[in-house]
């Protein structure tokens, strides 16, 4: 496969995936800012754009972060390399270029995202609430991802397709983790009040995993329970163990297919061990935001050496 | 002026149409309306679109498709398949002889200067035969029709003809909307198109390649206007769309950059200009292209398909001279002909030209897709002035021809179904031999009485049956 080809491949579904981050990024601080703001912390709007490193882009274009120029930067605004609106053209522009790679059906669904989006953006704005923008980038995601997932030939182009989804995922999961943990507690005193324990759930809630955790734990929602659920445990769609178990077997998979391991596989093995092999307790320990760091350095890395080995075409 | 409607003479329909007459009688306003509304959601779905040039707008803009196909009975196409094909082999002979000795020009039929000092003239592959002694793998001839048995080719395309992606899919549009046409006529498939292609692409592997050769197309990219062909073409055939830069070249070979490594390739269907190919060869400036490509391409060790310097064949002033060129190398009367050209280069030739200009149609010598041209007859009084003043500045720059009486076929209009204008696109292809699948591009023009039929200008396409013996 044309190393362009799988690089194209690969940003579909890292866009895909970050379109649908940031969708849930809005909805997370939607809710935590119908908290009563009696606690005298920083506006939570502004942490959430703090967390996800676009805080210095919004305040050049809009000033003070108001809820309403917030939904424009996140979701309308294409200077925003980030935006949905972003992602989504940029997802089905890579798709476009890589037309043969893909099924009709993915085309599809890429495709119908994008012209459903030109149409949202001709709405006049005050009819579009927050709520259903949201929902319609989950739903719009679900379907690129199931069509994927029903109709593609399970080559290489599917493992580099995969392989930029749990990249992305991976790394979404640590940003949203640590927005809670770090921008928005920027006080101990705030760990384990009840205003905690709400930010908590709210972040469940947005990563769709509220009910599926209750299904697994049970009891009080506490920080240790969490951060299991969301670093450790392989039954999470989203936790970090389930990403980089995603990593090494589609990284294995190419490997295998091309008869060749580089230093992309161990890398991505290396990060699988890391999280396999630690506890809730370490990480506290540790501190979940170094944790959480850390994790987001080391990823970034192993995206490093498979655009090196695979996607750049310089491989000799 | 009389022209010829290729369904009806006065109230009779001409043979190969015959069905065709209570296909049309039987549709319903309704449901025309509803197979439009079908046909060009399905256009739209399979992402065939055109972006027009200078104009902006919405690239996702699809070319007018009408329904109402345009239709060859077998003996018909026989004889203009014949002269196609007498056209491409005379065509290549031209382009190998032009970059060897030279003999057309030796013996006086073509003047030098016309060839020599042409701007498509590549002095970079002088010398050079590429292999089996095609330059211009894929000719497109347009043709426009008359009369029952008068044909005139308009131009020739020896670089990279485009279209034949609308000439594929009308095809499979008209047969998943109306199989029961497909049932009463004996039509023709046009499907073996991408093979023949294939095999064509491979035929002329370069002498350094030993096994099965590897083909691409190489495109300029998804913001060009036929990036779609490109992509289907490549899909149908089943090898890699790539661009420049997943070319690089190393030591005497060509390869693509992929994600096992470096892959030799053997032949390439280029899509992008000859000043595109080699930055070290053509344009220093260019951030296009593959250094070194040609090189590689001159020691045998790459075939570019078109070859680099087959535009000088197609020019405009050369085209007054492919009959001479049917007779000088392969001893034929041609039967396609030309349509009488002048050329206001010449002296004698401009003359009449400025006297008649009201009558003619004038073009631009290296100009294309229906830009920068007056069509006489077509144009107010203003607009005759104001070209004349172009052609005087510049006179070399401009051929005029007379006007045709273009044939027309019925369309399907607002009002509902009225003759309109067309031309023909084939696709002669050649490797180690020459074929051509029985049909085209037919191109309408959907403007009530207007004979441009470029997408550019508002032109739609057709679906083109040939029909079997």
Request: charged share 25%; net charge negative; with cysteine.
């Amino acid at each position: 496969m044309l190393s362009r080809t799988a690089d194209n491949l690969y940003w579909i579904a890292r866009y895909m995936e970050r379109a649908d981050t940031v969708a849930r990024l809005l909805e997370v601080g939607s809710r935590i800012s119908l908290l009563p703001s009696a606690h005298g912390y920083r506006s939570e709007w502004d942490s959430l754009l703090q967390a996800t490193g676009m805080a210095a882009a919004f305040a050049q274009k809009y000033g003070d972060p108001v809820q309403r120029n917030i939904e424009s930067f996140l979701f309308f605004d294409r200077d925003n390399p980030s935006s949905v609106a972003s992602c989504i053209t940029a997802a089905r522009e890579n798709g476009r270029i890589v037309r043969t790679a893909l099924t009709s059906q993915v085309w599809d669904a890429l495709n119908t995202a994008f012209q459903e989006l030109k149409a949202l953006e001709r709405e006049e704005r005050s009819r579009v609430d927050l709520g259903r923008l949201t929902d319609w980038v989950t739903r719009h995601a679900a379907m690129v991802r199931g069509a994927i997932d029903a109709t593609l030939l399970r080559d290489d182009g599917f493992n580099f397709l995969n392989i930029g989804y749990y990249l992305e995922r991976g790394d979404s999961t640590a940003r949203l983790m640590d927005v809670k943990y770090y921008v928005l507690l920027p006080r101990l005193e705030f760990v384990g009040s009840g205003l905690d324990n709400y930010q908590w759930s709210t972040l469940l809630r947005a990563m769709g995993a509220q009910r599926a955790f209750h299904w697994a734990y049970g009891g009080e929602v506490t920080a240790a329970k969490i951060a299991d659920f969301l670093i450790l445990n392989p039954q999470s769609p989203r936790s970090l163990a389930t990403c980089s178990a995603g990593l090494v077997n589609h990284l294995g998979r190419v490997a295998k297919a091309y008869g060749r391991e580089t230093e992309a596989q161990a890398k991505a093995r290396a990060l699988l061990a890391e999280v396999e092999g630690t506890t809730v307790d370490a990480i506290f320990d540790e501190g979940l935001h170094e944790y959480l760091t850390r994790y987001i350095r080391d990823a970034a890395d192993l995206a490093l050496a498979i655009n090196e080995a695979y996607l750049s075409g310089e491989m000799r | 002026m009389a022209q010829f409607n290729e369904m009806y003479q006065g109230t009779e329909v001409r043979a190969p149409y015959g069905r065709l007459q209570d296909w049309v009688a039987a549709m319903p306003q309704e449901l025309r309306s509803l197979k439009q509304a079908e046909a060009e959601a399905l256009f739209r779905r399979i992402g065939i679109t055109f972006a027009v040039y200078g104009e902006g707008g919405d690239p996702d803009r699809l070319i007018p498709f009408d329904m109402f196909p345009r239709v060859f009975a077998a003996a018909e196409w026989a004889r203009l398949e014949k002269g196609i094909k007498q056209r491409a082999r005379a065509l290549n002979a031209f382009l190998v002889d032009v970059y060897g000795r030279g003999e057309i020009i030796r013996a006086g039929r073509i003047p030098g200067r016309l060839v020599y000092q042409n701007e498509a003239y590549e002095k970079a592959v002088v010398g050079f035969v590429p292999p089996k002694g095609v330059y211009s793998h894929i000719v497109g001839i347009d043709i426009v029709r008359t009369g029952p048995d008068q044909f005139y080719v308009l131009e020739d395309n020896c670089r990279t003809p485009s279209g034949v992606s609308y000439m594929l899919e009308s095809r499979e549009i008209m047969m998943r909307m109306f199989p029961v046409l497909f049932r009463e006529n004996r039509i023709e498939p046009v499907d073996g198109y991408s093979e023949k292609l294939r095999r064509t692409l491979a035929s002329v592997a370069p002498k350094k390649c030993k096994g099965e050769p590897t083909v691409v197309i190489l495109t300029p990219g998804h913001f060009n206007s036929a990036y779609y062909e490109h992509s289907l073409l490549a899909d149908l055939m089943g090898v890699e769309l790539v661009e420049g830069q997943d070319l690089f070249v190393d030591g005497e070979y060509c390869y693509m950059r992929t994600t096992e490594g470096p892959r030799r390739v053997d032949v390439i269907y280029r899509r992008i200009d000859d000043a595109y190919l080699d930055p070290l060869c053509f344009r220093p400036d260019s951030m296009l292209g593959i250094p070194g490509l040609m090189d590689v391409y001159r020691s045998g060790g790459v075939t570019i398909c078109s070859a680099p310097g087959a535009g000088v064949a197609d020019d405009k002033a050369i085209y007054t001279y492919v009959p001479d060129m049917v007779r000088f190398y392969l001893g034929e009367e041609p039967i396609l002909q030309n349509v009488p050209t002048w050329q206001c280069g010449k002296t004698e030739d401009l003359a009449y030209v400025l006297e008649k200009l009201p009558e003619l149609v004038v073009k631009e010598v290296h100009g294309s897709g229906g830009y920068g041209m007056l069509v006489g007859p077509k144009s107010s009084r203003e607009e005759v002035e104001r070209f004349r003043a172009k052609i005087v500045e510049d006179p070399g720059n401009y051929i005029a021809q007379p006007t045709l009486a273009l044939s027309t076929v019925p369309t399907f209009v607002e009002e509902g179904v009225a003759p309109r204008h067309v031309d023909l696109r084939p696709y002669c292809l050649v490797g180690d031999r020459i074929e051509l699948v029985p049909g085209g591009l037919t191109r309408v023009a959907l403007k009530e009485g207007s004979l441009v039929v470029n997408s550019s200008q508002g032109g739609g396409v057709k679906d083109t049956w040939v029909l079997a013996e």
